[in-house]
């Protein structure tokens, strides 16, 4: 899916890598209920699973065993000291090197968990887009990645909450197949909210009232930013910050 190449067997790839198992209450087990949402632009369902599993089991095909044994895993070693003390709800300082690699993590897990989306035509991320990611870590020119503090409610170990949009300049149809989303999920304490395009021009400034609940880190802030931010992410909480982020969809 990555590197394109035809003469390599697909390997299974972690949703959530095992490592971190070892730095998540609850993370070796017993079976939990886990619970998969994805929803159109204008709110409809199109995707709604529940399941029961050991935590960190769930895989997708994707990768050959090459990339998932070689950059890949360069990925999930360089956030190891910057995510880890999240996972323990420590409060830690992320420089700008620090806030680079919790973006690129961040990014390959989308792109993994969108390999486990039942539709290919309902994917919004383009294949090239995984081209380009394997040849040098490109991040999408309109993400942008903010951090948040899971309070332990709700979906625990982990939660995943994902739209799907449609997003067209003014005056211009609405494109076919979906070209953006938003996404949030959680693992331990931490939380990821994804906003992903290939439109640079669409860009989120204004976060509204969610600010006091997340930390940007993509584009990155230099010198540093502060983990933990003001307010925690409650029950429900990563399905409201998608609601909010994607209702009405923005519009170029």
Same mark, same amino acid.
């Given at each position: 899916?990555?590197?394109?190449? =035809?003469? #390599?067997?697909?390997?299974?790839?972690?949703?959530?890598? +095992?490592?971190? +198992?070892?730095?998540?209450?609850?993370?070796?087990?017993?079976? #939990?209920?886990?619970?998969?949402?994805?929803?159109?632009?204008?709110?409809?369902?199109?995707?709604?699973?529940?399941?029961? *599993?050991?935590?960190?089991?769930?895989?997708?095909? &994707?990768?050959?065993?090459?990339?998932?044994?070689?950059?890949?895993?360069?990925?999930?070693?360089?956030?190891?000291?910057?995510?880890?003390?999240?996972?323990?709800?420590?409060? =830690? =300082?992320?420089?700008? +090197?620090?806030?680079?690699?919790?973006?690129?993590?961040?990014?390959?897990?989308?792109?993994?968990?969108?390999?486990?989306?039942?539709?290919?035509?309902?994917?919004?991320?383009?294949?090239?887009?995984? *081209?380009?990611?394997?040849?040098?870590?490109?991040?999408?020119?309109?993400? #942008?990645?903010?951090?948040?503090?899971?309070?332990?409610?709700?979906?625990?170990?982990?939660?995943?909450?994902?739209?799907?949009?449609?997003?067209?300049?003014?005056?211009?149809?609405?494109?076919?197949?979906?070209?953006?989303?938003?996404?949030?999920?959680?693992?331990?304490?931490?939380?990821?909210?994804?906003? &992903?395009?290939?439109?640079?021009?669409?860009?989120?400034?204004?976060?509204?009232?969610?600010?006091?609940?997340?930390?940007?880190?993509?584009?990155?802030?230099?010198?540093?930013?502060?983990?933990?931010?003001?307010?925690?992410?409650?029950?429900? &909480?990563?399905?409201?910050?998608?609601?909010?982020?994607?209702?009405?969809?923005?519009?170029?």
């Amino acid at each position: 899916m990555f590197c394109g190449a =035809t003469d #390599q067997k697909l390997s299974k790839e972690h949703l959530w890598p +095992r490592w971190l +198992r070892n730095h998540v209450d609850g993370g070796v087990g017993p079976p #939990q209920e886990h619970y998969r949402a994805q929803r159109t632009a204008d709110g409809s369902v199109v995707l709604d699973e529940r399941w029961t *599993a050991i935590p960190f089991e769930r895989q997708v095909k &994707g990768p050959c065993r090459p990339c998932n044994n070689g950059w890949m895993s360069d990925v999930e070693n360089s956030v190891m000291p910057s995510l880890i003390p999240m996972l323990a709800n420590e409060e =830690t =300082t992320l420089d700008c +090197r620090a806030q680079d690699s919790l973006a690129r993590w961040a990014t390959l897990r989308m792109m993994i968990a969108q390999l486990g989306h039942p539709a290919e035509r309902r994917r919004a991320i383009p294949p090239e887009r995984y *081209a380009r990611f394997y040849s040098g870590l490109a991040m999408p020119p309109g993400a #942008q990645v903010w951090l948040g503090r899971h309070d332990g409610s709700g979906g625990w170990p982990t939660e995943y909450q994902y739209r799907e949009l449609f997003v067209s300049a003014l005056g211009q149809p609405e494109p076919s197949s979906p070209n953006a989303y938003v996404a949030a999920f959680s693992i331990g304490y931490a939380a990821f909210v994804y906003w &992903g395009s290939e439109l640079s021009s669409l860009f989120l400034h204004d976060l509204g009232r969610l600010a006091p609940y997340v930390v940007p880190v993509w584009p990155v802030r230099p010198p540093s930013v502060r983990w933990p931010p003001q307010e925690l992410v409650r029950k429900d &909480g990563l399905a409201s910050i998608v609601e909010f982020l994607s209702n009405p969809v923005p519009r170029l």
